[in-house]
């Protein structure tokens, strides 16, 4: 086992999760605030993050790379779909959602689930 993926279960392990401190329009949600907080607990297992909006043709994505202090990486690209890209809280909007979603996903946090549910 790589010691990236020996850090990841070590951090997937001792995670709670995050906790969904935002409300929408139809349900609570986390913010990235909180996510990028609950994320920040992998350094103590060697692990940190970046995440840049990159470019294909057209296309928008964010790429979130996993480093660990070894060098080994994973990197995703998470698409960003704008109806209006010239309306840029619209495009802030979506890559801020890109952004919460792949971070989440590349770490394997979610939101924390009490006893009840």
Known sequence: MSELAKALLQFQKSSSGFEADSKGARSKYASIGAVINNIKQATQYGLCFTQEVDFEGQTMFVRTVM???????RESRYPIWVDDVTNNQKVG?????????????????EKGVDEAD
């Not at 480093?67 to 990486?73: A, L, T």
């Not at 909007?93 to 946090?109: E, N």
């Open 93 to 109: 909007g979506a890559v801020t959602y890109a952004k919460r979603y792949a971070l989440a996903s590349m770490f394997g946090s």
């Open 67 to 73: 480093m660990h202090i070894s060098g080994e990486m």
